[in-house]
């Protein structure tokens, strides 16, 4: 009786134990989530990506939120509870900045705190004008009637971001139009508009599903490399090519435009165990970094894993900024010495090594 009695306990106190333990496990599992775009955008798809590919080898079940965009990602990545991770479009992140510059406290509340994990992917910038314009230059739309994208939208956000800083002033409002993208290149068509500003990854479906005589009606403007609104607008935007291949039964050479980056953002955190669950999510997003490209969404073939320098007001976060640069190091090293050394230039053509002279002459490779 005494035995059975025993036995009995015994395997009470198991059951506990294991109960205890699973809950344990359980409550050491992190929560998060991840703000990101409109339910049938790139956004979300990106954020479903980073939820199945690095958070949850990190052990942290990461839920995917949808969002208007970045604007509003940024007010929730500060104030929202849970939240620890964002997409944000770069001239999104460079106005808040700017406004906190200019005295705006609450725009300084919203983006100090702020730092940036990493990079993403870019979207390239289009100027439609009419093919009968005569400005040829993206420079030159200054005081043109523009359809900037509807309100809200990121193109809208690019839009203006851009022209405010070539041309140091707003659009005048008497020259924006909000329309979408279908409704601006129709307005352009039949005149009531001079330029139509379009963010889309390239080729884009608005070009490539158009009618060819209507295509042909239209046709976009350069970046003038020379011209003192193009040095203004590197303070946010980066050079891209659309590249005539893109588009082959229409552009006969490459057009240099801008692209607006999106970035993965979080909050300066201190505490611990946040601390912790974000240096294993840096430690997963850089060894599953291929899964990413190999099985996420085609705009992770554009993202390269590395760490850009940043314009003043832009900071990484440190704890994941450390880790990912140590992990990069890494694979540099991994991949530099898995890669056998090959013949040095002269050797490639003579087939013999470099003497002495030839050396001193610089006439071989080192």
Same mark, same amino acid.
């Given at each position: 009786?005494?035995?059975?009695?025993?036995?009995?306990?015994?395997?009470?106190?198991?059951?506990?134990?294991?109960?205890?333990?699973?809950?344990?496990?359980?409550?050491?599992?992190?929560?998060?989530?991840?703000?990101?775009?409109?339910?049938?955008?790139?956004?979300?798809?990106?954020?479903?990506?980073?939820?199945?590919?690095?958070?949850?080898?990190?052990?942290?079940?990461? /839920?995917?939120?949808?969002?208007?965009?970045?604007? $509003?990602?940024? &007010?929730?990545? %500060? #104030?929202?509870?849970?939240?620890?991770? +964002?997409?944000?479009?770069?001239?999104?992140?460079?106005?808040?900045?700017?406004?906190?510059?200019?005295?705006?406290?609450?725009?300084?509340?919203?983006?100090?705190?702020?730092?940036?994990?990493?990079?993403?992917?870019?979207?390239?910038?289009?100027?439609?004008?009419?093919?009968?314009?005569?400005?040829?230059?993206?420079?030159?739309?200054?005081?043109?009637?523009?359809?900037?994208?509807?309100?809200?939208?990121?193109?809208?956000?690019?839009?203006?971001?851009?022209?405010?800083?070539?041309?140091?002033?707003?659009?005048?409002?008497?020259?924006?139009?909000?329309?979408?993208?279908?409704?601006?290149?129709?307005?352009?068509?039949?005149?009531?508009?001079?330029?139509?500003?379009?963010?889309?990854?390239?080729? /884009?479906?608005?070009?490539?599903?158009?009618?060819? $005589?209507?295509? &042909?009606?239209? %046709? #976009?403007?350069?970046?003038?490399?020379? +011209?003192?609104?193009?040095?203004?607008?590197?303070?946010?935007?980066?050079?891209?090519?659309?590249?005539?291949?893109?588009?082959?039964?229409?552009?006969?050479?490459?057009?240099?435009?801008?692209?607006?980056?999106?970035?993965?953002?979080?909050?300066?955190?201190?505490?611990?165990?946040?601390?912790?669950?974000?240096?294993?999510?840096?430690?997963?997003?850089?060894?599953?970094?291929?899964?990413?490209?190999?099985?996420?969404?085609?705009?992770?073939?554009?993202?390269?894993?590395?760490?850009?320098?940043?314009?003043?007001?832009?900071?990484?976060?440190?704890?994941?900024?450390?880790?990912?640069?140590?992990?990069?190091?890494?694979?540099?090293?991994?991949?530099?010495?898995?890669?056998?050394?090959?013949?040095? /230039?002269?050797?490639?053509?003579?087939?013999?090594?470099?003497?002495? &002279?030839?050396?001193?002459?610089?006439?071989?490779?080192?």
């Amino acid at each position: 009786m005494l035995k059975m009695i025993l036995a009995a306990l015994t395997g009470l106190f198991a059951l506990l134990f294991s109960s205890f333990a699973a809950s344990a496990t359980a409550d050491a599992e992190a929560h998060y989530k991840i703000v990101t775009g409109p339910e049938r955008g790139t956004y979300i798809q990106i954020g479903q990506d980073l939820a199945k590919w690095v958070a949850q080898p990190a052990g942290i079940d990461l /839920a995917v939120i949808p969002s208007k965009g970045s604007a $509003e990602n940024v &007010q929730r990545m %500060r #104030f929202e509870p849970g939240v620890k991770l +964002a997409l944000v479009q770069s001239d999104v992140y460079q106005a808040y900045v700017d406004m906190a510059k200019s005295g705006n406290e609450e725009a300084g509340t919203m983006i100090r705190p702020l730092r940036l994990i990493m990079p993403l992917y870019d979207e390239e910038i289009y100027f439609v004008v009419r093919n009968d314009s005569p400005m040829k230059t993206i420079n030159e739309i200054k005081d043109k009637v523009i359809s900037v994208g509807l309100i809200g939208s990121g193109t809208a956000q690019s839009a203006t971001t851009l022209y405010r800083l070539m041309f140091g002033q707003p659009i005048p409002e008497q020259n924006v139009q909000n329309l979408s993208n279908e409704d601006a290149l129709a307005a352009l068509i039949v005149k009531k508009i001079d330029v139509a500003i379009v963010v889309a990854g390239q080729p /884009a479906k608005l070009f490539t599903d158009m009618n060819p $005589e209507l295509l &042909q009606q239209i %046709r #976009f403007l350069r970046v003038d490399a020379n +011209a003192p609104e193009t040095a203004r607008a590197k303070q946010t935007y980066f050079p891209a090519t659309i590249h005539a291949s893109s588009y082959p039964n229409w552009l006969k050479e490459d057009v240099p435009t801008w692209t607006v980056k999106a970035f993965l953002v979080t909050y300066d955190y201190n505490l611990r165990d946040t601390v912790g669950n974000l240096k294993r999510f840096a430690d997963s997003l850089c060894e599953n970094f291929g899964n990413l490209q190999s099985q996420g969404h085609p705009k992770w073939k554009q993202v390269k894993l590395e760490l850009p320098g940043l314009g003043k007001g832009w900071q990484y976060y440190p704890p994941v900024e450390h880790r990912l640069k140590a992990c990069i190091a890494h694979r540099a090293a991994t991949q530099a010495a898995a890669t056998p050394p090959g013949p040095t /230039a002269q050797q490639k053509i003579t087939g013999r090594p470099c003497s002495d &002279q030839e050396r001193l002459l610089l006439l071989c490779g080192k």
